[in-house]
């Protein structure tokens, strides 16, 4: 017969990489070679990628230039006295927030339905419902509100001032990038689905 421990052990299952881990992957990818790898009808990001940065990035890059903003020159406070109580500060982040992962967990489920994720992963399907039935980008759309509350709750005008600029950058470089993929992957499916459900409301 065989000598115990001449067999082989059975080849380890690959676990799939989590959201973070992916955007970490991604990240160091991006620092050691200038550009994120992109599979087929998958984006890209870098210089010479679809998008100089992925959303993740560009809402960390804001969240850490409001905090030295607010660090080095002034916190800028704008909420009036009465609602300055801690409070109330921490009851409109909780709500704000409980939103946006709220409809984070709906966005995910749809696509993990139709085979990809929030993670920037190869797109494998066309997400439609659920909250993708009242906007085309529902996860960007509730990073607004989160982003507000989270102004509220330090008290600080530099995330507020920021909200928009970060907005802004989804709807004029993230958005139409991810566009321009799903057209070239489902064509007149999502074509129709685009005449049917609004960007943004």
Not at 57 to 86: D, H, I, K, W, Y
Not at 107 to 129: I, M, R, Y
């Amino acid at each position: 017969g065989r000598r115990r421990g001449s067999e082989r052990p059975p080849a380890a299952t690959q676990p799939a990489m989590s959201v973070w881990e992916h955007v970490s992957h991604e990240l160091y990818v991006l620092v050691t070679t200038g550009s994120t790898t992109a599979a087929k009808a998958q984006l890209s990001m870098g210089l010479s990628g679809d998008m100089p940065l992925f959303p993740p990035f560009a809402l960390l890059l804001m969240l850490a230039t409001a905090a030295s903003l607010s660090a080095l020159v002034t916190r800028a406070r704008f909420l009036p006295e009465a609602a300055s109580g801690l409070a109330f500060r921490v009851a409109v982040f909780a709500v704000a927030f409980a939103a946006m992962v709220s409809v984070a967990k709906a966005c995910e489920a749809q696509l993990v339905a139709k085979g990809t994720n929030l993670a920037f992963t190869p797109v494998k399907g066309l997400a439609t419902s659920g909250p993708y039935q009242v906007s085309r980008n529902p996860a960007y759309l509730a990073t607004g509100p989160a982003l507000i509350g989270l102004a509220v709750l330090f008290d600080t005008a530099w995330i507020l001032a920021g909200t928009p600029l970060l907005l802004l950058y989804f709807d004029r470089v993230v958005v139409p990038a991810e566009e321009r993929l799903l057209k070239a992957e489902f064509g007149a499916e999502f074509e129709a689905y685009c005449r049917q459900v609004r960007r943004w409301l």
